[in-house]
Nanobody, 127 residues
Framework: QVQLVESGGGLVQAGGSLRLSCAAS????????MAWFRQTPGKEREFVAA????????TLTNSVKGRFTISRDNAKNTVYLQMNSLKPEDTAVYYC????????????????????WGQGTQVTVSS
């Protein structure tokens, strides 16, 4: 059973930075897919970023390109989301998700493509 534990959320002023971490236990994921989603009350879970396969190919949603970076450390079974130039609209609960296999580009943004989820970490950006 894979378990994902997120950390690093918090309160930050607009323009600031945070780094989220997602530690995976139960199996190695160097060849699988990992992603970050976010959700605000009353809205559907929104794709933010994904990193897939042994080469670490990344995909980011347009609203965070140039500000967010997803990366991973296979030795630590951890994936990171570096968030810079944060905006109030980035406020949400951020969730880590994983899949044991490669997820194609068009499916990467679909929450149904992922098998396991973390409990979420709150990110609040004040204006």
């Amino acid at each position: 059973q894979v378990q994902l534990v997120e950390s690093g959320g918090g309160l930050v002023q607009a323009g600031g930075s945070l780094r989220l971490s997602c530690a995976a236990s139960g199996r190695t994921f160097s060849r699988g897919s990992m992603a970050w989603f976010r959700q605000t009350p009353g809205k559907e879970r929104e794709f933010v970023a994904a990193i897939v396969g042994s080469t670490g190919f990344t995909t980011l949603t347009n609203s965070v390109k140039g500000r967010f970076t997803i990366s991973r450390d296979n030795a630590k079974n951890t994936v990171y989301l570096q968030m810079n130039s944060l905006k109030p609209e980035d406020t949400a609960v951020y969730y880590c998700a994983s899949s044991s296999g490669w997820i194609g580009t068009q499916s990467r943004t679909d929450p149904e493509s992922y098998e396991c989820w973390g409990q979420g970490t709150q990110v609040t950006v004040s204006s």
